[in-house]
């Protein structure tokens, strides 16, 4: 049982890196994407907030949202863990 655990946990720790890698490439292109559009003037967002005002909200979004998936992730593995002991 010990193994499966361990092997849960690896898992676990491959999604939160995998995870951590999407998030910071769905911040270049929010960022790169948020660049052309005020390039081109069509984004009146632009002129009330700036990118990096953009930037800092969408990447606290992206780190609420995968604690909750981490914590949720690890309630489940306790939960499976307590039905096989």
Wanted: proline share 0%.
């Amino acid at each position: 049982m010990n193994n499966i655990f361990e092997c849960h946990r690896m898992a676990l720790a491959l999604l939160v890196s995998v995870a951590a890698v999407l998030e910071r490439l769905v911040l270049v292109l929010v960022v790169v994407a948020l660049s052309v559009a005020a390039a081109l003037g069509r984004l009146e967002l632009v002129l009330e907030m700036s990118v990096l005002e953009l930037t800092a909200e969408i990447a606290a979004r992206h780190r609420q949202n995968k604690s909750q998936i981490v914590k949720l992730t690890l309630d489940v593995l306790h939960d499976r863990h307590q039905i096989g002991d």
